[in-house]
T-cell receptor, first 116, second 108 residues
Framework: EAGVAQSPRYKIIEKRQSVAFWCNPI?????LYWYQQILGQGPKLLIQ????????DSQLPKDRFSAERLKGVDSTLKIQPAKLEDSAVYLC??????????????FGAGTRLSVL | GQSLEQPSEVTAVEGAIVQINCTYQ??????LSWYQQHDGGAPTFLSY????GLEETGRFSSFLSRSDSYGYLLLQELQMKDSASYFC?????????FGGGTRVLVKP
């Protein structure tokens, strides 16, 4: 079974530029999450989708961050414009709604963003 | 709001036992999860406790006391490959809130 795919793995941009990250969850997983993980900290949830609907985006800085999951499968997270404090690893995770694995989130390898 | 407390770092030798404690404050608590993350890697699921008691999976065990808002992860027979960060996370609904992580360093 293929895992959660994310691209790119690394991205370096200058402040005020824009950037986009892509995630393809495990096939059949209805729930998709985007997390921000700053070095030395735990992952912080930015947005949660179930199918193509937003379940929770309470911690998403909506003035600069946006995310979509138009067809209920893959998703993109965009930052525009980027700030220095956005330097972090952006992790995507997915989980099924029911079944044995419903309490497990499967994470991708992440995209490491450096804003200069 | 929600808060989780866990030690920032633990050092132990190969073959030893390490216990990582996690205390939490939250509303709408469903359960407590533990994830392992090696440097530069993805968090991977270790365990989930929804009920009080001890869950054992190989060398790793996890415990939960809902009345005390407390849980722990027990790592036994430590191996070098166990050097990693370990995160507790509270589940509320379908959402996870992670603690700051405990960095475990295993020495020969």
């Amino acid at each position: 079974e293929a895992g959660v795919a994310q691209s790119p793995r690394y991205k370096i941009i200058e402040k005020r530029q824009s950037v986009a990250f892509w995630c393809n969850p495990i096939s059949g997983h209805a729930t998709l999450y985007w997390y921000q993980q700053i070095l030395g900290q735990g992952p912080k949830l930015l947005i949660q989708f179930q199918n193509n609907g937003v379940v929770d985006d309470s911690q998403l800085p909506k003035d600069r961050f946006s995310a979509e999951r138009l067809k209920g499968v893959d998703s993109t997270l965009k930052i525009q414009p980027a700030k220095l404090e956005d330097s972090a690893v952006y992790l995507c995770a997915s989980s099924p709604v029911g079944g044995e694995d419903k309490n497990i989130q499967y994470f991708g390898a992440g995209t490491r963003l450096s804003v200069l | 709001g929600q808060s989780l407390e866990q030690p920032s770092e633990v050092t132990a030798v190969e073959g030893a036992i390490v216990q990582i404690n996690c205390t939490y404050q939250t509303s709408g608590f469903y359960g407590l999860s533990w994830y392992q993350q090696h440097d530069g890697g993805a968090p991977t699921f270790l365990s989930y406790n929804a009920l009080d008691g001890l869950e054992e999976t190989g060398r790793f065990s996890s415990f939960l006391s809902r009345s005390d808002s407390y849980g722990y992860l027990l790592l036994q027979e430590l191996q070098m490959k166990d050097s990693a960060s370990y995160f507790c996370a509270v589940r509320t609904g379908n959402k996870l809130t992670f603690g700051g992580g405990t960095r475990v360093l295993v020495k020969p």
